[in-house]
């Protein structure tokens, strides 16, 4: 027998494994006691919208006297391609990674190029940058095996269900190692502590299968050939060619932006967000969202924000919004070169810092920006590099990055002092308006004033912005047709991901990966 039930619970109620398994079997009229019963959550998420009791909504299955199915609707095939046709591809985050394991699937042997060092590697170059202020420009937070998501937090949710199936990428990370949670929680998230080793198994079985994962190897020329994009070429002079190739270099590699446009190849300046990262204490986000007088208690998890607001500068609207919210997390040093200051926010599985933080940016189009249109299509990228450097000047010329208390950012007084934080290499006072430009700052301002309405005691000089917030999507596209995904006027060239502006995270990432090696092969394989 097998019985589907639908309950509204409080958090002790859902969060604690042999109550909730009581309350089911009792729902579906089965005794507790029964030994051939079992449950299964399907759905879960929590609704904390009513100030007198934060409750858990759960779809669940009981089982009595049946084995229940695997939660994997899907199987992954992953044939032997070593003597395969074979593919570029030049990246490898999440786009650069689910593209090869696709490839595999539909017998294309993939070669992915990557820049940085394996996962367990970039390690060390993080705690470089973290502790000595050295930033590696090939293997930092954003470059090197599973790209900027992995040591950025890890949330699955996405909004972007029209490029893919999620729940076929949620299945295959849980086919690879990932907890069975994330094909239940409303929000899934895995980790930052636990996206390392579910990369290097995605690693494995490309390598098993008989494709190619080369690190430390920098793409630096292109083998075009007409108007056809025959190769690559690498910092050693080798050159790798395929049957196209799929350009996944997320949105921070500005010399491969530089590179396509020596090449004369056609990109795109892109409209994207900048801002800040904003720090709280996650006990008084906590007492905001779960109304809560003193803190959440044992079985809700650490709460999270969304906001937005529209806002006006010099006659013209512009949304300010919270970005990658980060509950019980930390905020990283994300530069990817020694003279810039870049910051990120991530989470470990089990969001047990004492800190919330999020991304709080403003919306730039390319009309806020007359004076870098001399920069063709590489305009808002020069303008966030700029921006980047000033945080760093402010900062004293090193990773400690520019900050300030929030209401003496409102009132335009630098703050005396600065709060306890998360931000490793450490916060300097300083004036942020100074930092930012003056319609970020102005936009930020006013936003704040309004988030302070909408949830009350977030506007607070217990909370405390830090600079700069830049990276929060690429400020370049690289076009493609939006049927073929090729790029329209160099074949075999099929721009994907975050970098080529198709995504914004992990799952959206890696189903335009998919999705981009799909087109690939159905244009250009030789079926024998």
Not at 24 to 39: F, H, I, N, T, Y
Not at 207 to 233: C, M, P, Y
Not at 460 to 478: D, K, L, Y
Request: charged share 25%.
């Amino acid at each position: 027998m097998r019985k589907e039930l639908k309950l509204v619970l409080k958090p002790e109620e859902a969060f604690q494994e042999q109550v909730l398994r009581d309350i089911l079997l009792r729902q579906a009229g089965v005794s507790p006691q029964e030994k051939s019963a079992d449950v299964r959550v399907l759905k879960r998420s929590i609704d904390a919208r009513s100030r007198r009791q934060v409750k858990v909504n759960i779809q669940a299955e009981v089982f009595v006297k049946e084995t229940p199915p695997s939660r994997l609707t899907n199987t992954f095939d992953y044939p032997n391609v070593s003597n395969a046709q074979q593919m570029i591809i030049v990246g490898a985050g999440p786009a650069g990674l689910f593209a090869a394991l696709r490839a595999i699937e539909l017998g294309v042997k993939p070669v992915v190029i990557e820049r940085g060092k394996d996962v367990r590697a970039r390690r060390r170059d993080l705690a470089a940058i973290n502790k000595e202020h050295k930033v590696n420009p090939e293997s930092n937070y954003c470059f090197g095996e599973g790209g900027a998501g992995t040591y950025s937090d890890g949330k699955l949710y996405t909004r972007s269900k029209k490029r893919g199936d999620i729940r076929r990428i949620l299945e295959i990370m849980v086919a690879h190692g990932a907890t069975e949670e994330i094909l239940v929680d409303a929000h899934p998230h895995i980790g930052t502590n636990k996206l390392p080793k579910l990369v290097e198994e995605w690693r494995e079985t490309i390598r098993n299968a008989g494709g190619q994962v080369l690190f430390d190897t920098k793409v630096t020329d292109l083998v075009i050939e007409g108007n056809e994009l025959k190769g690559v070429v690498t910092q050693d002079g080798e050159k790798i060619t395929g049957m196209g190739v799929v350009l996944a270099t997320g949105h921070s590699a500005r010399d491969i932006f530089h590179l396509l446009h020596e090449h004369k190849v056609l990109i795109e300046a892109k409209p994207f967000a900048l801002g800040v990262r904003i720090e709280h204490s996650q006990n008084l986000i906590d007492q905001i969202q779960y109304h809560c007088e003193i803190d959440r208690g044992p079985y809700l998890p650490a709460s999270s924000y969304s906001l937005v607001e529209q806002t006006m500068f010099k006659g013209k609207q512009r949304g300010v919004f919270s970005f990658c919210m980060c509950p019980g997390g930390f905020i990283v040093p994300a530069a990817t070169a020694q003279e810039e200051l870049v910051v990120n926010g991530m989470s470990p599985s089990r969001r047990d810092s004492k800190f919330a933080n999020s991304g709080m940016v403003v919306a730039v189009e390319l009309e806020d920006l007359p004076q870098y249109q001399k920069y063709g299509p590489l305009a808002a990228m020069e303008f966030q590099a700029e921006v980047e450097r000033n945080a760093w000047v402010y900062g004293g010329k090193t990773q400690v990055a520019p900050a300030q208390r929030m209401q003496d950012f409102v009132n335009g007084k630098v703050s005396n002092s600065l709060l306890s934080t998360s931000y490793q290499p450490g916060l300097a006072s300083v004036n942020m308006h100074e930092v930012l430009p003056d319609f970020v700052a102005s936009r930020l301002k006013d936003a704040f004033l309004a988030f302070g309405k909408k949830m009350r005691g977030y506007l607070t000089n217990e909370a405390q912005i830090i600079g700069v917030e830049s990276r929060t999507s690429s400020p370049v596209r690289v076009p493609r047709d939006k049927d073929t995904f090729e790029h329209p006027q160099l074949k075999r060239l099929y721009p994907c991901g975050e970098g080529a502006g198709y995504a914004g995270g992990i799952v959206s990432a890696a189903m335009d990966g998919e999705r981009c090696a799909e087109k690939l092969i159905e244009q250009y394989h030789r079926t024998k």
